[in-house]
């Protein structure tokens, strides 16, 4: 089943005289409204749409930065008047002042028909109860998903996040069939419903929308045995429109770009050269018709590859890979690159640990030294101290195979390390404070 | 057999003092106790009054506990008795895993709890030689 069948399963080709056409005007009405970018394109030579020819042509246009919009905070990218905006949301601002998103009717519009599609194409149908248990409120996440799902029929349960118990009681008394959360609020939402001892029987539940952070596949498998449920993932951030960007259909094989709205380039982080296709690089995404605070050639920060091979769902729409880590979440320990993306991994599934971690970096003697925080959940291995010890050095030789990395276990008591109910925030990097 | 709790406890301070505080809640009655431990954890082991209960409290409370069969042996409070009782194991082939040891006024001997590879053959060989092996509820209502 489709949302848009005619735009989700157009011929390449067609697609990209579409791109290409939305590409001209959006380069021109960028020059001619926003101040920024006349100021930016006007530099590198492209003072009219028909300097693109060709969508290759896009390399000649500047990249936009996290602190070029930082820098535009809070209105400084509007390209229409304040009274045409009747939505603003911002980004979760843990560093420094907030991401601002400000949207027209037509955006809005534009915004949940791309999240009808990724929801539809995971396999969401009118019929279906679902509960949203994202943070309502500035975060694009909880109304992004409220009203695309809306607009494919489904009921809406505007849950928000926290009161797990009334979470699990919304569940079974309303008969939920799909669950919107952050990974992490998944799982711990699995934990709690495993503890309940309901059986299976007494929950509905069949798909989940899983978005706002990164999940491993282990992670993922986690989430569906114990909600008893098929999670798809989806992706999306504020500096393009929120959720929608991309997402999963059911033969959950790459998430499928809404190529007609946004066009997604895969570059070189470092040179910031184009990279080849099929080649891993950082993710840089043009909005193409997004009116009130358009954005060319964003750099995510995500690091993803992307395949234009049809999929077998019948979409034409390139897929990108689940993003294998953050520009900025990356960690450099002893110069060697580490993705917290690649330690869950290692973790998730280890006998005796519970999925859940905590990171926490620190320099001793001038040298960088990685704890990597684990529950105990088998008590089991309490008969001797041999037992833990040897635990403790599996789950060490099985990140030091992954990382190539030395790391420091720490073995930790059940749910003591934090549950997050939105992102979650696992790395503690101590190594410019002192030395304790 | 008697049973014996076993604890996951993190090297913080005030934890051991929670944990008993969990168990005085419940009115439980530790009667022996060792804790050991290693830079960042440690085991607590305790012999209580009512160790399937108690372990139940623990779990709830979100502890990490196992139950584990130990044996409990009187050794009279005279120079050599305890060598004695650890010779006929060690001649029996059975390995002594750890143990800690503990006095009741009333009953007069000292009470040692052994954690052995074997505790059925441990039981057998000491109580052959004479050796008095304690009850599990000798021990809990001690």
């Not at chain 1, 992307?306 to 002893?334: Q, S, V």
């Not at chain 1, 917290?340 to 970096?361: D, F, N, R, T």
């Not at chain 1, 529950?375 to 190539?404: C, F, N, T």
Request: glycine content about 8%.
């Amino acid at each position: 089943m489709f949302f848009q069948q005619d735009v989700e399963t157009m011929s390449r080709k067609d697609l990209e005289d579409l791109q290409l056409r939305k590409l001209k005007y959006m380069v021109e009405y960028c020059y001619n409204r926003v101040p920024f970018y006349h100021d930016r394109l006007g530099k590198a030579g492209i003072t009219s749409g028909d300097k693109i020819k060709t969508l290759s042509d896009i390399q000649y246009i500047p990249y936009t930065t996290k602190d070029d919009i930082r820098d535009q905070y809070p209105f400084g990218l509007l390209a229409v008047p304040m009274k045409e905006i009747v939505r603003i949301h911002a980004s979760s601002g843990t560093t420094g002042k907030p991401t601002v998103g400000c949207y027209t009717k037509e955006d809005l519009d534009m915004w949940s028909d791309v999240v009808a599609r990724l929801a539809i194409a995971a396999g969401a149908r009118p019929e279906d109860i679902f509960q949203i248990a994202f943070g309502y409120g500035l975060f694009t996440g909880a109304l992004g998903l409220h009203y695309g799902l809306e607009k494919v029929g489904c009921t809406i349960v505007p849950a928000s996040s926290g009161n797990t118990a009334k979470q699990l009681m919304m569940f079974r008394d309303f008969g939920v069939t799909g669950l919107v959360a952050t990974p992490s609020y998944a799982l711990y939402l699995g934990e709690c419903l495993r503890e309940e001892g309901y059986p299976r029987e007494a929950y509905s539940l069949r798909l989940g929308l899983l978005g706002s952070e990164g999940c491993t596949p282990e992670m993922r498998s986690r989430i569906e045995e114990s909600l008893g449920l098929v999670a798809t993932d989806n992706y999306g951030m504020t500096e393009l429109i929120g959720p929608g960007v991309s997402g999963e259909c059911h033969l959950r094989c790459g998430m499928h770009f809404a190529e007609d709205h946004f066009l997604p380039e895969i570059i070189n982080r470092e040179t910031g050269e184009r990279a080849e296709e099929g080649e891993s690089g950082e993710l840089v995404v043009t909005t193409l018709d997004r009116w009130g605070m358009p954005v060319l050639r964003y750099r995510t920060k995500d690091i993803t590859k992307i395949t234009y091979e049809p999929c077998a769902c019948g979409r034409t729409h390139a897929r990108m890979a689940k993003p294998m880590g953050r520009t900025d979440d990356m960690l450099i320990i002893k110069g060697v690159n580490v993705f917290p993306s690649q330690i869950e991994s290692a973790l998730v599934g280890m006998e005796g640990i519970g999925p859940h971690y905590q990171l926490v970096v620190r320099r001793r003697n001038f040298m960088d030294q990685l704890e990597v925080k684990v529950e105990l959940v088998s008590s089991e291995l309490l008969e001797s101290y041999g037992a833990l010890e040897i635990l403790r050095g599996r789950v060490h030789d099985k990140l030091k195979s992954v990382l190539g990395l030395e790391t420091k276990v720490t073995l930790v008591e059940p749910k003591s390390l934090e549950r997050f109910q939105g992102k979650a925030r696992r790395v503690l990097d101590l190594r410019n404070q002192p030395e304790e | 057999m008697v049973q014996q709790i076993s604890i996951f406890v993190e090297n913080k301070l005030g934890r051991v003092a929670e944990i008993t505080e969990t168990l005085a809640e419940q009115k439980v009655d530790i009667r022996a106790i060792s804790i050991s431990d290693t830079s960042d954890f440690g085991i607590l082991r305790i012999i209580v009054d009512r160790p399937a209960e108690a372990a139940a409290f623990l779990k709830e409370a979100g502890y990490t506990v196992s139950l584990t069969d130990v044996i409990a042996v009187g050794i009279q409070d005279t120079p050599g008795e305890f060598a004695k009782a650890m010779r006929i194991l060690a001649d029996a082939g059975v390995a002594v895993e750890y143990m800690y040891a503990f006095v009741s006024r009333e009953y007069g001997k000292a009470s040692v709890i052994l954690r052995v590879s074997d505790p059925e053959k441990a039981s057998q060989v000491l109580e052959g030689s004479g050796v008095e092996i304690l009850e599990p509820q000798a021990i809990y209502e001690m």
